[in-house]
């Protein structure tokens, strides 16, 4: 799964006119799972409730 999940990322980021290897090169090597989400522009933000930015959770391994 792990080499799966290099191959697709390292083709969505030359989709995008990046190196393959944009995130072994800025975060070094990877050891979690990551989560890409795009949320598209509110087609009408003046309805929209002024809510905080979304976050996620933080985690640390000592």
Do not use: W
């Amino acid at each position: 799964m792990k080499v799966l999940a290099q191959r697709l990322l390292s083709m969505i980021f030359e989709s995008l006119n990046l190196p393959h290897s944009y995130i072994e090169d800025a975060v070094g090597e990877v050891y979690q799972n990551i989560t890409i989400s795009y949320y598209s522009p509110c087609p009408q933000p003046e309805l929209s409730l002024d809510l905080q930015s979304h976050s996620d959770m933080v985690s640390y391994i000592f």
